[in-house]
Nanobody, 115 residues
Framework: QAQLVESGGGLVQPGGSLRLSCAAS????????MSWYRQAPGNERELVAK???????NYPDSAKGRFTISRDNAKKMVYLQMSRLEPEDTAVYYC?????????WGQGTQVTVSS
């Protein structure tokens, strides 16, 4: 019954901003490390942000300080604030939850950065 549902994707111009949301259900959300991944056609899925169950955040260099991940345990929500977007950020963005051996993925939301 565990489920992750992303929303907030869309078309944005270079330099613009988007806020992605991920709604979790059917799990003890506060026990999970939450992450955002992205995948463009022909590329491997890559991590763009992570927030642990304790609230610690990690960003790979690909985020370049432009992305901010946050979570609201009371609402079972995780967010990705994206700013100064570039065409290279175009991808399907996926929400991910991990707790011990359990892993869940959302269906993905398309982000297209284009003028």
């Amino acid at each position: 019954q565990a489920q992750l549902v992303e929303s907030g994707g869309g078309l944005v111009q270079p330099g613009g901003s988007l806020r992605l949301s991920c709604a979790a259900s059917g799990m003890t959300f506060s026990n999970y490390d939450m992450s955002w991944y992205r995948q463009a056609p022909g590329n491997e899925r890559e991590l763009v942000a992570k927030i642990s169950w304790r609230g610690s955040t990690n960003y790979p260099d690909s985020a370049k300080g432009r992305f901010t991940i946050s979570r609201d345990n009371a609402k079972k929500m995780v967010y990705l604030q994206m700013s100064r977007l570039e065409p290279e950020d175009t991808a399907v963005y996926y929400c991910n939850a991990v707790s011990f051996s359990l892993t869940y993925w959302g269906q993905g939301t398309q982000v297209t950065v284009s003028s």
